[in-house]
DNA sequence: GCCATATGTGACACTCGGTGTCATATTTGG
DNA sequence: CCAAATATGACACCGAGTGTCACATATGGC
């Protein structure tokens, strides 16, 4: 069970995010040092590092474990299920799970240290999933290519959906870039 | 034409990354500090700088204005040619100018920060390629989808050519890739 | 309630990548 | 040959991130 530590820690996370993204918001990411973040929350530079190993990450929040637990699901998904299907259920259910703010994307998008970690975690996540694949029995190069695949439509659907301000129904999009991108190899 | 100050400039530039990789062939990427590097080829760490923009750049040569090209070569082709075909096409031209030694993509593949450089200079790529594509009259949606397509097919690419050991000719594996990830919607 | 142990924290020093600046060569083009 | 452009070294500086130590506070078994 979730004791005191557990708790606080969580709350001292969320109150570090919060102030770092108001500070974002005011005068930018990189007019703001680690140091204003932290001092904003009441504890030293190095307190902050004891609860987001980067600057960055703090902006990501929830989003850490992504590649491990994406790559779990693939391998636990029924066998006989064609790869891309697979891929895109699991990244479909994934991506009903971000609530994901228009903010925080527009942020990310805008500064390229965000973008770049952003390209980080994806490409993490990409490796994981292309040994999930092969594990499932797919020559090296066509799960390469399925997961790099799959990784551009979640691309392309974010993009598309910070374009149109976030009206349009996310996984409504995410269903039709997995429909237009479906390589002509996987049947 | 091309003065003397050009060519010492880039013999410079060729001289530091040459100690530039031997010593991280040596000790390491992150064991090799930026002043190691300039003291190795006689020069001070700020001269480093003058040179290249960061300590990563110093493995990526002439790698650099890529994504300029790149955009400027699909916006000089025939407007009435199909998009795939034509990131094919110029892609794989591109591919061709690369004699991309198996050495430094190993030393790419296996240094975080070397890899994610890559696809920092892969992204912004991409950006200017979905650029051109819709100066071309592709709507952006497409257009992202197929920029993010082609870019997971050189990632897949390079990961098979890498796996081989560099053994299989690389323009048939992009010509593969390029078939096998035909996006259904592309004609 | 008590105590040994584990965990959180601040403070401080340190490394390293990267930038601004200035003074001083060296090169270039006229 | 001379004035302007460019290259260099030296030095100071910033900010992200880490190691360490001393001290406090919480935890779980008794």
Known sequence: MEGLRDR??????????????DLFAERGFDETTVGDIARAAGMSKR???RYFPTKEDVVFGEIEVMGEQVAHEIATRPPQEQPWEC???????WEARINAQVDAMRL?????????RLLQ?????????????????????????AAAA????????????LRTG?????????????????PAFLT
């Open 108 to 116: 990310i998008e805008s500064t390229p240290a965000l973008r770049t």
């Open 166 to 182: 976030g009206t349009v129904d996310r996984l409504t999009l995410v269903d039709t870039a997995f429909t237009m991108l479906r």
């Open 8 to 21: 606080t820690r969580r709350a001292v996370r969320a109150e570090l995010a919060g102030r770092a993204l």
């Open 87 to 93: 891929l895109h259920t699991v990244l479909r259910g």
């Open 121 to 145: 975690k994806r490409d993490e996540a990409r490796t994981r999933i292309v040994i999930a694949l092969a594990d499932r029995g797919m020559p090296p190069l066509e799960a390469d290519l």
């Open 150 to 161: 799959a990784g551009a439509a979640l691309d392309a659907v974010a993009r598309e959906w």
């Open 47 to 49: 307190s902050f590092f």
